[in-house]
Protein backbone atom coordinates (compact mmCIF):
# COMPACT_ATOMS: atom_id res chain seq x y z
CA UNK A 1 0.00 0.00 0.00
CA UNK A 2 1.25 3.45 -0.87
CA UNK A 3 2.31 5.43 2.58
CA UNK A 4 1.87 9.36 2.13
CA UNK A 5 2.68 12.08 4.27
CA UNK A 6 -0.54 14.43 5.21
CA UNK A 7 0.20 18.13 5.46
CA UNK A 8 -2.54 20.35 6.59
CA UNK A 9 -2.12 24.05 5.75
CA UNK A 10 -2.98 27.08 8.00
CA UNK A 11 -6.05 27.63 5.88
CA UNK A 12 -6.90 23.84 6.23
CA UNK A 13 -6.36 22.55 3.34
CA UNK A 14 -4.90 18.61 3.34
CA UNK A 15 -2.36 17.52 0.61
CA UNK A 16 -0.92 14.07 0.75
CA UNK A 17 2.76 13.38 -0.38
CA UNK A 18 3.15 10.23 -1.83
CA UNK A 19 6.36 8.41 0.05
CA UNK A 20 9.55 6.61 -2.01
CA UNK A 21 9.80 3.24 -0.66
CA UNK A 22 12.90 1.34 0.03
CA UNK A 23 13.48 -0.29 -3.46
CA UNK A 24 12.96 2.65 -5.38
CA UNK A 25 15.49 4.34 -3.56
CA UNK A 26 17.89 1.87 -3.49
CA UNK A 27 17.23 1.67 -7.58
CA UNK A 28 18.01 5.37 -7.35
CA UNK A 29 21.14 5.07 -5.14
CA UNK A 30 22.36 2.57 -8.02
CA UNK A 31 22.40 4.95 -10.57
CA UNK A 32 23.78 7.33 -8.53
CA UNK A 33 27.04 5.24 -7.66
CA UNK A 34 27.41 4.64 -11.21
CA UNK A 35 27.06 8.12 -11.93
CA UNK A 36 29.98 9.00 -9.00
CA UNK A 37 31.90 6.17 -10.74
CA UNK A 38 31.63 7.53 -13.85
CA UNK A 39 32.23 11.72 -13.10
CA UNK A 40 35.01 9.44 -11.08
CA UNK A 41 36.46 8.79 -14.55
CA UNK A 42 35.88 11.62 -16.83
CA UNK A 43 37.77 13.53 -13.90
CA UNK A 44 41.13 11.17 -14.03
CA UNK A 45 40.93 11.29 -17.69
CA UNK A 46 40.62 15.32 -17.53
CA UNK A 47 43.55 15.07 -14.36
CA UNK A 48 45.62 12.91 -16.90
CA UNK A 49 47.93 15.26 -18.35
CA UNK A 50 48.76 16.08 -14.74
CA UNK A 51 51.00 13.11 -15.23
CA UNK A 52 53.91 15.47 -15.95
CA UNK A 53 53.73 16.71 -12.57
CA UNK A 54 54.84 13.36 -11.20
CA UNK A 55 53.04 9.97 -10.58
CA UNK A 56 52.67 10.97 -6.83
CA UNK A 57 50.97 13.89 -7.40
CA UNK A 58 48.53 12.89 -9.66
CA UNK A 59 47.50 9.76 -7.65
CA UNK A 60 46.66 12.43 -4.79
CA UNK A 61 45.09 14.15 -6.96
CA UNK A 62 42.61 10.95 -8.07
CA UNK A 63 42.15 9.86 -4.61
CA UNK A 64 40.95 13.29 -3.63
CA UNK A 65 39.17 13.42 -6.63
CA UNK A 66 37.46 10.70 -6.18
CA UNK A 67 36.34 11.36 -2.31
CA UNK A 68 35.15 14.77 -3.03
CA UNK A 69 32.95 13.44 -5.95
CA UNK A 70 31.64 10.94 -3.73
CA UNK A 71 31.07 12.71 -0.40
CA UNK A 72 29.71 16.00 -2.37
CA UNK A 73 27.96 14.91 -5.52
CA UNK A 74 24.74 13.77 -3.59
CA UNK A 75 24.05 16.75 -1.56
CA UNK A 76 25.40 19.00 -4.61
CA UNK A 77 22.94 17.64 -6.68
CA UNK A 78 19.85 17.51 -4.12
CA UNK A 79 20.27 21.27 -3.33
CA UNK A 80 21.15 22.35 -7.02
CA UNK A 81 18.30 20.16 -8.28
CA UNK A 82 15.63 20.68 -5.31
CA UNK A 83 15.92 17.20 -3.94
CA UNK A 84 17.06 15.35 -7.19
CA UNK A 85 20.07 14.05 -8.34
CA UNK A 86 20.15 11.91 -11.30
CA UNK A 87 19.17 8.21 -9.85
CA UNK A 88 16.58 10.30 -8.15
CA UNK A 89 14.99 12.13 -11.11
CA UNK A 90 15.08 8.84 -13.02
CA UNK A 91 12.82 6.93 -10.86
CA UNK A 92 10.80 10.52 -10.01
CA UNK A 93 11.83 10.62 -6.44
CA UNK A 94 12.41 13.90 -4.70
CA UNK A 95 14.16 14.99 -1.63
CA UNK A 96 11.65 17.58 0.48
CA UNK A 97 11.34 18.76 3.92
CA UNK A 98 9.35 16.55 6.35
CA UNK A 99 7.29 20.28 7.25
CA UNK A 100 6.32 20.28 3.82
CA UNK A 101 8.38 24.07 3.84
CA UNK A 102 11.79 24.03 1.75
CA UNK A 103 14.69 22.10 1.52
CA UNK A 104 17.29 23.70 3.39
CA UNK A 105 21.10 23.92 2.64
CA UNK A 106 22.14 22.54 5.64
CA UNK A 107 18.85 19.35 5.70
CA UNK A 108 20.83 18.28 2.28
CA UNK A 109 24.15 18.08 3.89
CA UNK A 110 22.93 16.42 7.36
CA UNK A 111 20.93 13.94 5.35
CA UNK A 112 23.80 12.83 3.00
CA UNK A 113 26.59 13.13 6.13
CA UNK A 114 24.42 10.28 7.41
CA UNK A 115 25.02 8.16 5.16
CA UNK A 116 27.93 6.98 7.15
CA UNK A 117 26.01 5.29 9.19
CA UNK A 118 22.60 4.60 7.52
CA UNK A 119 25.64 2.46 4.72
CA UNK A 120 26.49 0.54 7.57
CA UNK A 121 27.33 -2.43 7.88
CA UNK A 122 27.20 -2.90 3.92
CA UNK A 123 24.88 -2.33 1.29
CA UNK A 124 22.60 0.66 3.04
CA UNK A 125 21.72 -2.05 5.43
CA UNK A 126 20.97 0.31 8.58
CA UNK A 127 18.95 2.69 6.60
CA UNK A 128 17.17 0.13 4.81
CA UNK A 129 15.98 -1.38 7.79
CA UNK A 130 15.22 2.05 9.11
CA UNK A 131 13.21 3.10 6.27
CA UNK A 132 10.91 0.13 6.62
CA UNK A 133 10.13 0.27 9.89
CA UNK A 134 9.61 4.30 9.68
CA UNK A 135 6.16 5.15 9.26
CA UNK A 136 7.23 7.98 7.06
CA UNK A 137 9.75 5.76 5.30
CA UNK A 138 12.54 7.73 6.68
CA UNK A 139 16.29 6.37 7.01
CA UNK A 140 18.51 8.00 9.96
CA UNK A 141 19.77 10.59 7.28
CA UNK A 142 16.47 11.51 6.87
CA UNK A 143 14.98 11.52 10.61
CA UNK A 144 18.40 14.03 10.85
CA UNK A 145 17.44 16.46 8.88
CA UNK A 146 14.25 16.44 8.77
CA UNK A 147 13.36 15.43 5.37
CA UNK A 148 11.45 12.76 3.50
CA UNK A 149 11.65 11.29 0.00
CA UNK A 150 8.67 11.52 -1.89
CA UNK A 151 7.55 9.95 -5.34
CA UNK A 152 6.68 12.99 -7.93
CA UNK A 153 3.19 12.37 -9.39
CA UNK A 154 2.97 11.65 -13.28
CA UNK A 155 1.18 14.67 -14.04
CA UNK A 156 -2.06 14.96 -16.02
CA UNK A 157 -5.75 15.62 -15.62
CA UNK A 158 -7.90 12.50 -17.09
CA UNK A 159 -8.47 12.65 -20.45
CA UNK A 160 -11.95 11.76 -20.81
CA UNK A 161 -11.95 12.26 -24.68
CA UNK A 162 -9.59 9.56 -24.54
CA UNK A 163 -11.41 6.85 -22.24
CA UNK A 164 -14.71 7.99 -23.30
CA UNK A 165 -14.09 8.21 -27.13
CA UNK A 166 -16.89 9.97 -28.43
CA UNK A 167 -19.39 7.18 -28.63
CA UNK A 168 -23.19 7.29 -28.59
CA UNK A 169 -24.07 7.11 -24.96
CA UNK A 170 -27.76 5.45 -24.33
CA UNK A 171 -27.64 6.07 -20.88
CA UNK A 172 -27.00 9.75 -21.61
CA UNK A 173 -30.01 10.06 -23.97
CA UNK A 174 -31.84 9.12 -21.00
CA UNK A 175 -32.39 12.19 -19.28
CA UNK A 176 -34.29 11.96 -16.47
CA UNK A 177 -32.42 8.81 -15.93
CA UNK A 178 -29.26 10.18 -15.86
CA UNK A 179 -30.04 12.90 -13.95
CA UNK A 180 -30.84 10.59 -11.01
CA UNK A 181 -27.62 8.20 -11.55
CA UNK A 182 -25.58 11.88 -11.14
CA UNK A 183 -27.41 12.38 -8.03
CA UNK A 184 -27.04 8.76 -6.62
CA UNK A 185 -23.72 7.80 -7.15
CA UNK A 186 -21.24 9.22 -4.63
CA UNK A 187 -18.23 11.08 -5.74
CA UNK A 188 -15.77 8.65 -4.68
CA UNK A 189 -17.29 5.56 -6.52
CA UNK A 190 -17.11 8.04 -9.76
CA UNK A 191 -13.65 8.45 -8.94
CA UNK A 192 -13.13 5.01 -8.41
CA UNK A 193 -15.41 4.27 -11.90
CA UNK A 194 -12.96 7.19 -13.69
CA UNK A 195 -9.75 5.63 -12.52
CA UNK A 196 -10.67 1.95 -13.33
CA UNK A 197 -10.92 3.32 -17.04
CA UNK A 198 -7.99 5.04 -16.73
CA UNK A 199 -5.73 2.24 -16.11
CA UNK A 200 -7.71 -0.46 -17.66
CA UNK A 201 -4.72 -1.15 -19.83
CA UNK A 202 -2.74 -1.64 -16.81
CA UNK A 203 -5.04 -4.70 -15.69
CA UNK A 204 -4.82 -8.00 -16.11
CA UNK A 205 -7.47 -9.09 -18.58
CA UNK A 206 -9.55 -11.91 -16.04
CA UNK A 207 -9.15 -9.13 -13.25
CA UNK A 208 -10.74 -7.05 -15.70
CA UNK A 209 -13.51 -8.05 -16.79
CA UNK A 210 -14.37 -9.23 -13.03
CA UNK A 211 -13.80 -5.45 -12.05
CA UNK A 212 -15.96 -4.33 -15.09
CA UNK A 213 -18.48 -6.76 -14.09
CA UNK A 214 -18.89 -5.82 -9.82
CA UNK A 215 -18.75 -1.98 -11.11
CA UNK A 216 -21.53 -2.55 -13.91
CA UNK A 217 -23.59 -4.70 -12.00
CA UNK A 218 -23.44 -1.76 -8.99
CA UNK A 219 -24.66 1.00 -11.26
CA UNK A 220 -27.19 -1.43 -13.09
CA UNK A 221 -28.95 -1.56 -8.69
CA UNK A 222 -28.43 2.05 -8.42
CA UNK A 223 -30.34 2.89 -11.13
CA UNK A 224 -32.47 0.55 -13.60
CA UNK A 225 -32.74 1.71 -17.20
CA UNK A 226 -35.17 0.36 -19.45
CA UNK A 227 -34.16 -3.17 -21.27
CA UNK A 228 -33.59 -1.28 -24.31
CA UNK A 229 -31.76 0.89 -23.57
CA UNK A 230 -28.71 -1.38 -21.81
CA UNK A 231 -29.06 -4.30 -24.10
CA UNK A 232 -25.70 -5.07 -26.22
CA UNK A 233 -23.93 -2.92 -23.62
CA UNK A 234 -20.71 -4.43 -22.37
CA UNK A 235 -20.30 -4.03 -18.76
CA UNK A 236 -16.98 -2.04 -19.46
CA UNK A 237 -18.91 -0.18 -21.90
CA UNK A 238 -21.94 0.32 -19.17
CA UNK A 239 -18.99 1.98 -16.72
CA UNK A 240 -17.74 4.26 -19.14
CA UNK A 241 -21.22 5.73 -20.23
CA UNK A 242 -21.63 5.98 -16.43
CA UNK A 243 -18.37 8.03 -15.75
CA UNK A 244 -19.41 10.27 -18.67
CA UNK A 245 -22.89 10.72 -17.78
CA UNK A 246 -21.25 11.57 -14.37
CA UNK A 247 -18.31 13.57 -15.28
CA UNK A 248 -18.79 14.97 -18.85
CA UNK A 249 -21.69 16.70 -17.23
CA UNK A 250 -22.37 19.80 -20.67
CA UNK A 251 -21.41 17.37 -23.39
CA UNK A 252 -24.03 14.54 -22.62
CA UNK A 253 -26.53 16.80 -22.09
CA UNK B 1 -22.18 16.56 -5.36
CA UNK B 2 -20.44 14.96 -8.41
CA UNK B 3 -18.42 18.08 -10.44
CA UNK B 4 -18.25 18.76 -13.81
CA UNK B 5 -14.55 17.54 -14.30
CA UNK B 6 -13.90 18.93 -17.86
CA UNK B 7 -15.75 22.31 -16.86
CA UNK B 8 -13.93 22.60 -14.10
CA UNK B 9 -10.60 22.33 -15.95
CA UNK B 10 -11.46 24.59 -18.29
CA UNK B 11 -12.23 27.45 -16.01
CA UNK B 12 -9.83 26.98 -13.36
CA UNK B 13 -6.34 25.98 -16.20
CA UNK B 14 -5.33 29.51 -16.36
CA UNK B 15 -4.89 29.83 -12.56
CA UNK B 16 -2.43 26.54 -12.01
CA UNK B 17 -0.46 27.06 -15.02
CA UNK B 18 0.00 30.60 -13.29
CA UNK B 19 1.06 29.25 -10.11
CA UNK B 20 2.89 26.81 -11.44
CA UNK B 21 5.12 29.53 -13.98
CA UNK B 22 5.50 31.35 -10.55
CA UNK B 23 6.73 28.39 -8.82
CA UNK B 24 9.13 27.22 -11.80
CA UNK B 25 10.34 31.10 -11.63
CA UNK B 26 10.62 31.44 -7.95
CA UNK B 27 12.78 27.96 -8.18
CA UNK B 28 15.04 29.05 -10.84
CA UNK B 29 15.60 32.19 -8.31
CA UNK B 30 16.06 31.17 -4.97
CA UNK B 31 17.42 34.81 -3.73
CA UNK B 32 14.89 36.55 -5.64
CA UNK B 33 13.19 38.75 -3.43
CA UNK B 34 8.96 39.46 -4.59
CA UNK B 35 7.16 42.71 -4.41
CA UNK B 36 4.46 43.37 -2.23
CA UNK B 37 2.27 43.22 -5.33
CA UNK B 38 3.89 39.63 -6.28
CA UNK B 39 3.74 38.36 -3.03
CA UNK B 40 -0.51 38.80 -3.30
CA UNK B 41 -0.55 37.56 -6.50
CA UNK B 42 1.17 34.10 -5.31
CA UNK B 43 -0.86 34.48 -2.63
CA UNK B 44 -3.92 35.00 -4.48
CA UNK B 45 -2.84 31.72 -6.69
CA UNK B 46 -2.38 29.47 -3.82
CA UNK B 47 -5.20 30.13 -1.98
CA UNK B 48 -6.90 29.18 -5.33
CA UNK B 49 -5.55 26.12 -6.05
CA UNK B 50 -5.88 25.35 -2.01
CA UNK B 51 -9.51 25.63 -2.29
CA UNK B 52 -9.57 24.19 -6.00
CA UNK B 53 -7.84 20.79 -4.18
CA UNK B 54 -10.86 20.62 -1.64
CA UNK B 55 -12.91 20.35 -4.28
CA UNK B 56 -11.91 17.61 -6.07
CA UNK B 57 -11.99 13.82 -5.70
CA UNK B 58 -9.01 11.11 -5.55
CA UNK B 59 -7.80 10.88 -8.71
CA UNK B 60 -5.30 12.17 -10.93
CA UNK B 61 -6.88 15.47 -10.87
CA UNK B 62 -6.06 15.60 -7.04
CA UNK B 63 -2.57 14.58 -7.12
CA UNK B 64 -1.74 17.13 -10.04
CA UNK B 65 -3.11 19.42 -7.37
CA UNK B 66 -1.51 18.24 -4.44
CA UNK B 67 2.02 18.40 -5.95
CA UNK B 68 0.69 22.19 -6.79
CA UNK B 69 -0.36 22.97 -3.13
CA UNK B 70 2.67 21.38 -2.19
CA UNK B 71 5.48 23.29 -3.93
CA UNK B 72 3.33 27.00 -3.07
CA UNK B 73 3.27 26.01 0.55
CA UNK B 74 6.82 25.33 0.46
CA UNK B 75 7.23 28.79 -0.55
CA UNK B 76 4.71 30.84 1.07
CA UNK B 77 5.15 29.16 4.95
CA UNK B 78 8.58 29.32 4.56
CA UNK B 79 9.44 31.55 7.45
CA UNK B 80 13.59 30.24 7.92
CA UNK B 81 15.54 33.30 6.56
CA UNK B 82 17.79 31.66 3.59
CA UNK B 83 21.21 32.88 4.27
CA UNK B 84 23.94 33.08 1.48
CA UNK B 85 26.70 31.27 1.70
CA UNK B 86 29.87 33.34 2.08
CA UNK B 87 33.01 31.28 3.11
CA UNK B 88 35.45 33.99 4.46
CA UNK B 89 32.86 34.63 6.49
CA UNK B 90 32.30 31.11 7.18
CA UNK B 91 36.18 30.57 8.44
CA UNK B 92 36.12 33.90 10.12
CA UNK B 93 33.12 34.27 11.83
CA UNK B 94 30.12 31.49 11.71
CA UNK B 95 32.54 28.13 12.41
CA UNK B 96 34.50 29.34 15.59
CA UNK B 97 30.79 30.73 16.95
CA UNK B 98 29.16 27.48 16.39
CA UNK B 99 31.84 25.45 18.09
CA UNK B 100 31.78 27.77 21.14
CA UNK B 101 28.24 27.35 20.95
CA UNK B 102 28.55 23.87 21.56
CA UNK B 103 31.70 24.14 24.01
CA UNK B 104 30.28 21.68 26.05
CA UNK B 105 29.88 18.50 23.80
CA UNK B 106 33.53 19.46 22.80
CA UNK B 107 34.30 19.35 26.37
CA UNK B 108 32.36 15.65 26.93
CA UNK B 109 33.82 14.61 23.93
CA UNK B 110 37.43 15.56 24.83
CA UNK B 111 36.95 13.84 28.52
CA UNK B 112 35.59 10.56 26.81
CA UNK B 113 38.77 10.66 24.61
CA UNK B 114 41.42 11.59 27.56
CA UNK B 115 39.24 8.73 29.06
CA UNK B 116 40.13 6.33 26.86
CA UNK B 117 43.74 7.55 26.52
CA UNK B 118 44.35 6.39 30.42
CA UNK B 119 42.75 3.42 29.65
CA UNK B 120 45.13 2.63 27.09
CA UNK B 121 47.94 3.86 28.63
CA UNK B 122 47.38 1.50 31.73
CA UNK B 123 46.22 -1.59 30.17
CA UNK B 124 49.53 -1.23 27.87
CA UNK B 125 51.05 -0.30 31.34
CA UNK B 126 49.48 -3.50 33.49
CA UNK B 127 49.47 -5.68 29.98
CA UNK B 128 52.32 -5.01 27.35
CA UNK B 129 51.18 -8.22 25.46
CA UNK B 130 48.42 -6.58 24.78
CA UNK B 131 49.92 -4.30 22.30
CA UNK B 132 48.78 -5.91 19.20
CA UNK B 133 45.98 -5.78 20.20
CA UNK B 134 45.32 -2.43 21.33
CA UNK B 135 47.27 -1.16 18.62
CA UNK B 136 46.66 -3.51 15.53
CA UNK B 137 48.90 -1.80 13.04
CA UNK B 138 51.83 -3.26 11.77
CA UNK B 139 53.95 0.31 12.02
CA UNK B 140 53.71 0.44 15.72
CA UNK B 141 54.38 -3.19 16.64
CA UNK B 142 58.02 -2.92 16.83
CA UNK B 143 59.64 -1.22 19.45
CA UNK B 144 59.88 2.41 19.93
CA UNK B 145 63.56 2.88 20.06
CA UNK B 146 63.66 0.50 17.05
CA UNK B 147 61.51 2.71 14.98
CA UNK B 148 63.19 5.73 16.03
CA UNK B 149 66.57 4.27 15.35
CA UNK B 150 65.09 2.53 11.52
CA UNK B 151 63.79 6.42 10.83
CA UNK B 152 66.96 8.35 11.47
CA UNK B 153 68.62 5.53 9.43
CA UNK B 154 66.09 6.14 6.48
CA UNK B 155 66.60 9.92 6.66
CA UNK B 156 62.35 10.35 5.09
CA UNK B 157 63.73 8.03 2.07
CA UNK B 158 60.65 6.06 2.73
CA UNK B 159 58.38 8.75 1.58
CA UNK B 160 60.12 9.53 -1.43
CA UNK B 161 57.68 9.68 -3.88
CA UNK B 162 54.76 8.97 -2.34
CA UNK B 163 54.42 11.67 -0.43
CA UNK B 164 51.29 13.92 -1.99
CA UNK B 165 49.65 10.05 -2.30
CA UNK B 166 50.04 9.70 1.38
CA UNK B 167 48.52 13.03 2.37
CA UNK B 168 45.90 12.26 0.19
CA UNK B 169 44.83 8.82 1.74
CA UNK B 170 45.24 10.50 5.24
CA UNK B 171 43.05 13.01 4.73
CA UNK B 172 40.42 10.65 3.02
CA UNK B 173 40.42 8.31 5.76
CA UNK B 174 40.58 10.93 9.06
CA UNK B 175 37.55 12.72 7.07
CA UNK B 176 35.82 9.58 7.28
CA UNK B 177 36.40 8.99 10.91
CA UNK B 178 35.57 11.90 11.90
CA UNK B 179 32.37 11.89 9.79
CA UNK B 180 31.04 8.72 11.19
CA UNK B 181 32.00 9.62 14.41
CA UNK B 182 30.00 12.68 13.78
CA UNK B 183 26.81 10.39 12.18
CA UNK B 184 26.90 7.87 15.07
CA UNK B 185 25.46 10.69 17.23
CA UNK B 186 21.52 9.57 15.29
CA UNK B 187 22.82 5.97 18.23
CA UNK B 188 21.88 8.65 20.75
CA UNK B 189 25.26 9.23 21.05
CA UNK B 190 26.21 5.36 22.05
CA UNK B 191 28.46 5.08 19.08
CA UNK B 192 30.03 8.01 18.98
CA UNK B 193 31.46 8.09 22.62
CA UNK B 194 32.50 4.38 21.65
CA UNK B 195 33.98 5.98 19.06
CA UNK B 196 35.75 8.67 20.84
CA UNK B 197 36.72 6.58 23.25
CA UNK B 198 38.54 3.80 21.03
CA UNK B 199 40.54 6.76 19.17
CA UNK B 200 41.66 7.96 22.87
CA UNK B 201 42.15 3.81 23.84
CA UNK B 202 44.74 3.67 20.42
CA UNK B 203 46.57 7.23 21.23
CA UNK B 204 47.04 6.59 25.13
CA UNK B 205 48.72 3.31 24.26
CA UNK B 206 50.56 4.52 21.69
CA UNK B 207 51.40 7.68 23.68
CA UNK B 208 52.52 4.80 26.68
CA UNK B 209 54.57 2.92 24.71
CA UNK B 210 57.18 5.64 23.22
CA UNK B 211 57.32 7.29 26.75
CA UNK B 212 57.65 4.13 28.38
CA UNK B 213 60.62 3.00 25.56
CA UNK B 214 62.36 6.62 26.17
CA UNK B 215 60.85 8.09 23.35
CA UNK B 216 59.22 11.01 24.24
CA UNK B 217 60.85 14.16 22.45
CA UNK B 218 60.51 11.21 19.28
CA UNK B 219 57.03 10.77 20.15
CA UNK B 220 56.13 14.85 20.24
CA UNK B 221 58.02 15.66 16.85
CA UNK B 222 56.01 12.89 15.52
CA UNK B 223 52.41 13.48 16.66
CA UNK B 224 52.48 16.89 17.63
CA UNK B 225 52.88 18.79 13.93
CA UNK B 226 49.18 17.18 12.76
CA UNK B 227 47.73 15.82 15.95
CA UNK B 228 47.33 19.46 17.58
CA UNK B 229 44.82 19.70 14.42
CA UNK B 230 43.93 15.83 13.75
CA UNK B 231 42.57 15.16 17.28
CA UNK B 232 40.52 18.42 17.65
CA UNK B 233 38.96 17.46 14.11
CA UNK B 234 37.65 14.08 15.50
CA UNK B 235 36.63 15.70 18.55
CA UNK B 236 35.00 18.53 16.63
CA UNK B 237 33.16 15.51 14.91
CA UNK B 238 32.89 13.87 18.19
CA UNK B 239 31.10 17.27 19.28
CA UNK B 240 28.63 17.21 16.23
CA UNK B 241 27.61 13.66 17.34
CA UNK B 242 26.82 14.65 20.67
CA UNK B 243 24.90 17.79 19.88
CA UNK B 244 22.81 15.26 17.42
CA UNK B 245 22.57 12.86 19.98
CA UNK B 246 20.98 15.75 22.64
CA UNK B 247 18.81 16.95 19.92
CA UNK B 248 17.91 13.20 19.91
CA UNK B 249 17.15 12.59 23.61
CA UNK B 250 15.74 16.28 24.48
CA UNK B 251 16.18 16.23 28.10
CA UNK B 252 13.55 18.62 29.51
CA UNK B 253 12.72 19.57 26.09
CA UNK B 254 9.29 20.47 25.31
CA UNK B 255 9.08 20.89 21.59
CA UNK B 256 9.17 17.49 19.07
CA UNK B 257 12.57 15.73 18.46
CA UNK B 258 12.32 16.38 14.72
CA UNK B 259 11.80 20.33 15.46
CA UNK B 260 14.99 20.04 17.90
CA UNK B 261 17.03 17.90 15.18
CA UNK B 262 16.32 20.69 12.85
CA UNK B 263 16.95 23.06 14.78
CA UNK B 264 20.39 21.96 15.10
CA UNK B 265 21.10 20.60 11.87
CA UNK B 266 22.76 24.42 10.73
CA UNK B 267 25.43 23.74 13.23
CA UNK B 268 26.15 20.27 12.56
CA UNK B 269 26.52 21.11 9.07
CA UNK B 270 29.02 23.92 10.18
CA UNK B 271 30.91 21.60 12.52
CA UNK B 272 31.67 18.93 9.97
CA UNK B 273 32.67 21.55 7.59
CA UNK B 274 34.95 22.85 9.76
CA UNK B 275 36.45 19.35 11.04
CA UNK B 276 37.07 18.21 7.35
CA UNK B 277 38.94 21.85 6.47
CA UNK B 278 40.94 21.03 9.79
CA UNK B 279 41.91 17.25 8.51
CA UNK B 280 42.78 18.66 4.92
CA UNK B 281 45.11 20.86 6.92
CA UNK B 282 46.49 17.98 9.28
CA UNK B 283 46.61 15.33 6.49
CA UNK B 284 49.05 17.79 4.86
CA UNK B 285 50.95 18.49 7.74
CA UNK B 286 51.76 14.72 8.54
CA UNK B 287 52.78 13.92 4.91
CA UNK B 288 55.21 16.47 4.17
CA UNK B 289 56.44 17.42 8.25
CA UNK B 290 55.63 14.85 10.42
CA UNK B 291 56.98 11.94 8.68
CA UNK B 292 60.64 13.62 8.43
CA UNK B 293 62.60 12.84 11.95
CA UNK B 294 66.12 14.30 12.90
CA UNK B 295 68.40 14.62 11.17
CA UNK B 296 66.12 15.74 8.50
CA UNK B 297 64.27 18.23 10.60
CA UNK B 298 65.30 18.51 14.01
CA UNK B 299 62.32 17.50 17.12
CA UNK B 300 62.39 21.28 18.11
CA UNK B 301 61.43 22.51 15.09
CA UNK B 302 58.39 20.38 14.93
CA UNK B 303 57.21 20.52 18.79
CA UNK B 304 57.80 24.39 18.08
CA UNK B 305 55.84 23.66 15.26
CA UNK B 306 53.24 21.84 17.08
CA UNK B 307 52.66 24.09 19.90
CA UNK B 308 52.53 27.38 17.07
CA UNK B 309 49.60 25.42 15.53
CA UNK B 310 47.83 24.55 18.98
CA UNK B 311 47.94 27.81 19.66
CA UNK B 312 46.67 29.17 16.82
CA UNK B 313 43.98 27.21 16.68
CA UNK B 314 43.06 28.00 20.40
CA UNK B 315 42.60 31.27 19.75
CA UNK B 316 41.20 31.20 16.25
CA UNK B 317 38.29 29.09 17.78
CA UNK B 318 37.92 30.99 21.63
CA UNK B 319 38.08 34.87 19.55
CA UNK B 320 37.23 34.64 15.83
CA UNK B 321 33.85 35.94 15.29
CA UNK B 322 33.49 37.20 18.84
CA UNK B 323 31.03 40.52 18.71
CA UNK B 324 32.21 43.26 21.17
Known amino acids: MTQTLTIRTP ?18 LVV ?23 KDFSEAIKI ?22 VGKRLLRLRV ?20 FIDALPALYLV ?29 SRPDLDRILGGKFNSLAETRHLAARLRQKVSPELGAIALEALLRRG ?34 EQYVRDVVEVLYGGARSQ | MILDISRFVETERAHWTALEKSLEWLERNPDARLTIAEVEGLHTLYQRASADLARVPDGELRKYLEWLVSRAYAEIHEARERKRFRPWRWVTEEYPRVFRAHLRAFQLAAVLTIGGVAFGALALRIDPEAKSVIMPFEGLQESPAERVAKERADQGRHMTGKKNRFSAELMTHNTQVALTTLALGMTFGFGTIVMLFYNGVILGAVAFDYIHGGQTVFLMGWLLPHGVIEIPAILVGGQAGLVIAYALIGWGSRISRAERLRTVSGDVATLAGGA ?12 FLSQYHEPVISYGTKIAFGVVEAALLTFYLAFAGRRT
Not at chain 1, 18 to 28: D, E, F, K, N, Q
Not at chain 1, 38 to 54: E, H, N, R, S
Not at chain 1, 213 to 232: D, L, T
Open chain 1, 64 to 85: LAYFAISLVYMALAEWLWRGQT
Open chain 1, 96 to 115: VDAGGLRLEPSQVIVRNLMR
Open chain 1, 202 to 235: EIEPQARLALFGEMAEHFRSVVVYPVEVVEQLSD
Open chain 1, 127 to 155: GGIACLVNRHRQRLGDLAAGTVVTRAPRL
Open chain 1, 32 to 54: DLAVVMTIGKAVQQILAPLGFLG
Open chain 1, 11 to 28: EGIEFALPLAGPVSRMLA
Open chain 2, 276 to 287: AAMLVWAGIVES
